[in-house]
């Protein structure tokens, strides 16, 4: 028997997707109201298909002498340190297994860091290898030696003034918008986890008056200082390459403040009710009827990102983190038109249940080939990829519903749990290349109808 289009996909998608683009997903819904029984085998062959390669990245140079200096300081801070404390010198038990604990995750931090996919992947990773090793040194340090949290507290103050002074001297330099955008972005990411890391330290901690406290306070202090490194290595290596820089500083802040209002706007037209439900009834639906299908996830799933998007732009917006305020809107925009794309689609009679284990197939090569349309479409590639980054997720955590230790192998919850989240993926993805238009055609028109 010949091979199907469809065949064809599902031997590609074990490698990745690329060549995926161009085939139709099929409907994944029924009219029937109750699931069939679902082939087990067949659904474990959706599972195996694999998820989409998306590493997260910058446009902007990584340096691999920064990533094995990041590297180097990690395995200083371990090779100072035994791999397990002696009785003799730390009675305490409770301690030697925190700190073994600690010296463990901290090798196989350091040692993922250089597997990453991509450099700005290993450049985040880094500081979670530095931290760990921390979290082993100051342990160690506070157990035989001298190293109080005092000694801590007093480093995590010069790292804080060291973030708002760069914070400080960071400005939107660059060269055309849909390059500085992502840059920036993962730059006031950046920051904002180092800010979080200090301020963490001090309200939440797994140990009180004790050598690992000490160790955790270290370990958030040196993952502070590890992302600002970051920051500071993807803006100045980003600046580098531009020779004559424009400052889109006002054109960011004035651009995420009108998306964000028009988006208000849009979403005005929603009940504002805490709970979703009241959002599904609007658009006619009966949420009881909808309780036991793929539909009710898949409304819900884009809906609650439309949210988020918002909450993102508002908070960058309030902390003057203008790039996340973009990205934020971006996202925003992104699944309100997936949700109203769902919502057409399921009044149409689709998603209704999982016809069968073909049918979870079809939707997860659905959103395959929708991810990588949306990745070969070179209008404004480096805000779209980064979008693309975020949305990928949910294959896997579709592919995670599937091999879930809590459902049976033919459990059509589990079905039902992954067809949503590939028919999330596959219709935020195919409007993410328009909402890219969209976000930075606006921002050309704040700056004059200047691309650059």
Sequence with gaps: MPRTRRDVLASLAG??????????AL?????????????????REVRELGSPAFPARVPAPIADSFLERGRARARELLDSCPERMSPEEVPNEA????YAEAYADAAEDLERTAADESPFEALRGLRYARGAAAMAKGTYEAAVGGFTESDVRDEAE???ADIESFRLGTRYLGDEPDRALVVYEAVENLVAAAVRYLDNAGEYGRYADSAPRVGELFDAVESARASLD???HVRDRYLATIPDPVDFTGPFEATASSLA?????RLSEYPEEERLEPVVEAEGFDTEELESMPAKDLLVETFVEVERGLQDARDG????????ALVGAHTAETHRRAFEDAVTAVKRGRYESVESATAVRDAKLGALEALEAAR?????PHLTRRALVDIAHMVGRGDRSLGDDYYSDDDPRAARNALAQYATTEFAARETPDVSAWVLGTLAAERGGVRR
Excluded: H, K, M, W
């Design 15 to 24: 490698v990745g997707v690329a060549g995926l683009a161009g085939c139709t």
């Design 230 to 232: 970051g920051a500071r």
């Design 376 to 380: 070969s479409d070179g209008s404004n």
């Design 158 to 160: 010069a790292v804080r």
């Design 261 to 265: 209002e028009i988006i208000a706007d």
């Design 317 to 324: 917006l309030r902390s003057d983190r203008f790039a996340t």
């Design 95 to 98: 301690v030697r297994e925190i």
């Design 27 to 43: 409907d994944a819904g029924g009219s029937e109201t109750e699931d069939p029984s679902l082939d087990a085998a067949t659904l």
